[in-house]
């Protein structure tokens, strides 16, 4: 965690940065495009963002603050915030956005520069079963004890899992696109290892 | 879009027993009244939680119509429930529909109330805590709740430092990105049209986004620097928190409140 890495009177930058890119989640969560059938949001956009500019640890870090602003009752989720915001089916689909930056995060450490796109696009699909998985076991086990329905399985795996695919790919690759124009400025990889 | 206070979440301004309660105290006693409702299986127990949140409500002087604002985003769920349950349940049809080989029963429809009254106990209880407590309280509150596993290296002060600079640039972003829009449109940027057209033009709305965003980092670090922040160290707090009567009496009414449930459990 950035305290350890505080050296004397400096403010390690990673203190300002991890907040500011939950601060762009929540914003993703605000930000909406209107699209039939489900509405658009962007959150999943900055997940795998934060994983690729921040490296894996303050990646995962940014996504947990995420987690935490909203369930202090800010609208930042994609139907409002606040805690009782856990008992929404679509909670377990949050939960995995930390695991999904980590992972992304370490999938793109290697490249000392410029971060292709094609290569963000295998890193994020290789961390977007972290997302989607977590999220349908959720909607699974919500569905089943906590508002005491049954749901069969197969039902979940339609409308928990195939019916994001198609907007989780295209946010995925814009997210590619910005992430390799954003690299390929020098002086933006230097700030963000500061 | 709606940016209308924002950073206060879903706070609303009062001066009742609840809202000056001390925001650790408010952490706790929410919690654990949660727990309790996930605990509860029959309905003289629900009704009784059902009034508990009706009581706290009224001690917090909030009208229960906002509550009721707060169960909107659950709206499709507690549908979902009731159907389900009506259709699933064994028991006397009420009303049959030959065509799908389905019966509406009593029994079933009774369940799917129950467990829908249950959801909005839990759900009005946990919006008790935001509705009455300011988010940069809660920050305060976390930083003190989390100070005793520093030992473990639980970084608290950072993690309420973090939080406040995330409260503090959710708007300013969000203003930056209607910002952002409005410029690149003047310069004849297509935001509207086909579906294509609109996911194209986020690249020129983020890439700015993203690069301010960068900015502003270091700008506030270097401004940190400037003003010698050293993290949490022997920092004080304009705000101090500390107990009162009050919060004792919360906490024994609480407990109070949970008395039916651990019995029940014990049985």
Known sequence: MPARQ??????????????????????????????????????????YMAGALLGARRGAASQLLYLAVGLMGIPVFGAGGGPGYILQPTFGYLLGFPAAAWLTGRLTASLPGRIPAGKLIRSGLTAMPLIIGPGAC??????TFISGTGITLWKTIWTGIIVFLPAEMIKLVIAAVI??????????????HA | MKQVNITLGQFLPGNSYIHNLDPRTKIFCSLSLMTLVLFVHTP????????????LFFLARISPALAFRNLRPFLFLFVFTIVLHAVFTAGDPLWRCPALHL??????????????????VLVVMASLLTLT??????????????KPFRKIGVPAHEIAMMLSISLRFIPTLLEEAERIKKAQISRGAEISGSLRQKLRSLVPLLIPLFLSTFRRANELALAMDARCYRGGTGRTNYIRLSFSLNDFIAFAMTLAAAVPVLSGVRS
């Open chain 2, 103 to 120: 019966a509406v029963t009593g029994e079933g429809l009774l369940r799917g109330v129950f467990y829908t009254l249950r959801i909005s």
């Open chain 2, 133 to 146: 407590t300011q988010p940069m309280a809660l920050t305060d509150a976390v930083e003190h709740l989390l």
């Open chain 1, 138 to 143: 959720y909607l699974y086990l919500n569905l």
């Open chain 1, 179 to 192: 992430t390799e124009r954003l690299t390929a400025i020098s002086r933006f990889r230097e700030a963000t």
């Open chain 2, 44 to 55: 003289q127990l629900l009704l009784f939680y059902l009034c508990v949140s009706v009581l």
């Open chain 1, 6 to 47: 505080q050296r004397s009177g400096h403010v390690s930058i990673s203190l300002v940065l991890i907040p500011l890119f939950a601060a762009l989640t929540a914003t993703g969560g605000i930000i909406r495009i209107p699209l039939p059938p489900v509405p658009f949001t962007l959150q999943t956009l900055f997940v």
